[in-house]
Nanobody, 115 residues
Framework: QVQLVESGGGLVQPGGSLRLSCAASGFSFSSSFMTWARQAPGKGLEWVATMYNSNSARYADPVKGRFTIARDNAKNTLYLQMNSLKPEDTAVYYC?????????RGQGTQVTVSS
């Protein structure tokens, strides 16, 4: 069965950085497109970025140029490097199997950007 375990969240000041990880198991990670999504307090689930293969990715406009999605197929792990964080990036971040935000996802990791 699909298992996704996100980690790396926390409290960070505006302008700071965090690196999220998602450990995947129970499916063919290396052949799967993978997505990061987030849900801010009181809002719906929002697409953040998708990695199509080792070299191709797309980003939502609010994070473009600040976030980088990456994967290590040997470790079955998906990453999200987040730089220049803003208070509006505060959310629970999820990794999702597939291109959109409707696939299997983990329990999420909380990211709070605040001074």
């Amino acid at each position: 069965q699909v298992q996704l375990v996100e980690s790396g969240g926390g409290l960070v000041q505006p302008g700071g950085s965090l690196r999220l990880s998602c450990a995947a198991s129970g499916f063919s990670f290396s052949s799967s497109f993978m997505t990061w999504a987030r849900q801010a307090p009181g809002k719906g689930l929002e697409w953040v970025a998708t990695m199509y293969n080792s070299n191709s990715a797309r980003y939502a406009d609010p994070v473009k140029g600040r976030f980088t999605i990456a994967r290590d197929n040997a470790k079955n792990t998906l990453y999200l490097q987040m730089n220049s964080l803003k208070p509006e990036d505060t959310a629970v971040y999820y990794c999702v199997v597939g291109i959109g935000i409707t696939g299997e996802r983990g329990q999420g990791t909380q990211v709070t950007v605040s001074s």
